[in-house]
Nanobody, 124 residues
Framework: QVQLVESGGGLVQAGGSLRLSCTAS????????AGWFRQAPGKEREFVASISWSGGSTYYADSVKGRCTVSRDNAKNTVNLQIDSLKPEDTAVYYC?????????????????WGQGTQVTVSS
């Protein structure tokens, strides 16, 4: 059974930083592209960042580009999302997800497993 578990969320002041982690069990993340999404109250889930199975390609939403770094540690079966210069509009539940390596890293389609999410709240 595949499980993705996010951690690292919390309450932070605007301008601060957070490092979110997604750890997988039942699946070797090294074989899959991983993505981060977020959903704010009353809004649709939106793409944040993705990283290819090798770590060689990364993509970011315009809203986080320059403030966000996605990375992976395949030895630890973990994908990380560092968010700097946090803004109140970054407040959301953040989810990690995986999709097969054949699927485009840049697209939002084909994600087949999702975590339960971790709450990020940014106070002004």
């Amino acid at each position: 059974q595949v499980q993705l578990v996010e951690s690292g969320g919390g309450l932070v002041q605007a301008g601060g930083s957070l490092r979110l982690s997604c750890t997988a069990s039942g699946r070797s993340l090294s074989l899959y592209t991983a993505g981060w999404f977020r959903q704010a109250p009353g809004k649709e889930r939106e793409f944040v960042a993705s990283i290819s199975w090798s770590g060689g390609s990364t993509y970011y939403a315009d809203s986080v580009k320059g403030r966000c770094t996605v990375s992976r540690d395949n030895a630890k079966n973990t994908v990380n999302l560092q968010i700097d210069s946090l803004k109140p509009e970054d407040t959301a539940v953040y989810y990690c997800a995986t999709k097969p390596r054949w699927a485009s890293v840049a697209g939002n389609a084909n994600y087949d497993y999702w975590g339960q999410g971790t709450q990020v709240t940014v106070s002004s």
